[in-house]
């Protein structure tokens, strides 16, 4: 069965930085993109970055750019995001998923990792 387990998050000061971990299993995960969404309160889940099934490609939401960077390690079936000059807005739980785009392939979610930016 297909599992996601995210972790990495806490809280951070405006302007820090978190590196988030999530583990995948049940699938050949060195086949599929993978990606990384979030949800704030009170608003819906939003697509944060992906990444290519190799690694070679990577996309992020506007608000993410030069901030976020999406990788991943095939060899552990792991994917991360090392996100960095944090703002208020990006408190979140965050979640990974596979997939390049909106809906992932998989109905399945892990149980997220909370980030929280304040001072």
């Known amino acids: 069965q297909v599992q996601f387990v995210e972790s990495g998050g806490g809280l951070v000061q405006p302007g820090g930085s978190l590196r988030l971990s999530c583990a995948a299993s049940?699938?050949?995960?060195?086949?599929?993109?993978m990606s990384w969404y979030r949800q704030a309160p009170g608003k819906g889940r939003e697509l944060v970055a992906a990444i290519s099934s190799v690694g070679g490609g990577t996309t992020y939401a506007d608000s993410m750019k030069g901030r976020f960077t999406i990788s991943r390690d095939n060899a552990k079936n792991t994917v991360y995001l090392q996100m960095n000059s944090l703002k208020p807005e990006d408190t979140a739980v965050y979640y990974c998923?596979?997939?390049?785009?909106?809906?992932?392939?998989?109905?399945?979610w892990g149980q997220g990792t909370q980030v929280t930016v304040s001072s």
């Open positions: 998923n596979a997939g390049w785009r909106s809906p992932p392939p998989f109905g399945s």
């Open positions: 049940g699938f050949i995960f060195s086949t599929y993109a």
